[in-house]
């Protein structure tokens, strides 16, 4: 059995509404309510975090309430953004940092996720540091190179201490919402060069506490065999996690598979 209890997030992206959102997470929370053995958030829109809130308390759920991003200021003039402060105070428990769209479509640079993340785990919530290569970077052979960026600049200046609420998600951008998944040995390969840069950055013994999970494409009949995977220890879920059966199969299949690790 792995030491690291796997983790699985379901990011909503900018999909759902206030009926949909409640019935999706009333989906997920019923159909989750005898599993232990993993870690399981779902990351609605803004909008919608007090209605999932109020369906995850209502079911006793220990499905965990996810925001997917936040400002790394905590109040002032900062039109249309969000604070830890104010996720939290809304029942907030994980933040995704760096999410490839994030970085590819809204445009967001290293240094700012850095930010982001920083003052996420500060505030005692736990994050998850996204990082991936696009497909230009992977024909290059730059993939490694790539993630060992995102993942330095992405941990500038956050200590081995706050370690213990950070989550690494590999999400190579060729593979996120392409139905193209990486091949487990792919994922193994990736998250194996990842485990080794937070080694090179906090040690052996830290790194190998960190969750490494996976993202891109993971449905529930090929999500086996990627996180049978030594260094993978979950996945981080698009499209599939907007279906409850599908994301409950998928948070199902990561538990077995860090029992039988
Ligand atoms: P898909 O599962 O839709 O490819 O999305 C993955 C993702 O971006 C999760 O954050």
Not at 97 to 125: F, M, P, Y
Not at 140 to 153: E, M, P, S
Request: glycine residues 12%.
């Amino acid at each position: 059995m792995s030491d690291r209890k796997p983790f699985v997030g379901g990011n909503w992206k900018m999909n759902t509404n206030r009926t949909s959102g409640s019935d999706l997470a009333r989906g997920v929370t019923d159909g989750l309510l005898q599993l232990d053995g993993v870690d399981v958030a779902v990351y609605p829109p803004f909008p919608y975090l007090l209605t999932v809130r109020a369906v995850l308390r209502d079911r006793g759920s220990s499905v965990k309430l996810g925001s997917q991003d936040s400002y790394f200021q905590n109040d002032g003039a900062y039109t249309g953004e969000v604070s830890s402060a104010m996720l939290k105070d809304c029942g907030v428990q994980t933040v995704l940092a760096g999410h490839s769209e994030r970085r590819h479509v809204i445009g967001e640079k290293d240094e700012l996720v850095n930010k982001k993340l920083r003052a996420v785990l500060e505030s005692g919530l736990d994050g998850v540091l996204c990082v991936g290569e696009t497909l230009d970077e992977r024909l290059a052979g730059h993939q490694d190179i790539v993630n060992a960026r995102q993942i330095r600049t992405g941990l500038a200046d956050i200590p081995g201490s706050l370690l213990d609420r950070l989550v690494i998600a590999y999400e190579p951008v060729w593979a996120i919402g392409t139905g193209k998944t990486a091949t487990p040995q792919d994922a193994q390969d990736a998250h194996k060069q990842i485990r080794s840069q937070l080694a090179r950055l906090y040690g052996e013994e830290a790194a190998q506490r960190v969750r490494i999970i996976y993202g891109g494409s993971l449905k529930p009949d090929i999500c086996a065999d990627i996180f049978a995977q030594k260094d993978v220890d979950g996945g981080l879920v698009g499209g599939a996690s907007l279906n409850a059966g599908d994301f409950v199969t998928i948070c199902k299949a990561a538990a077995s598979a860090a029992k039988a690790k």
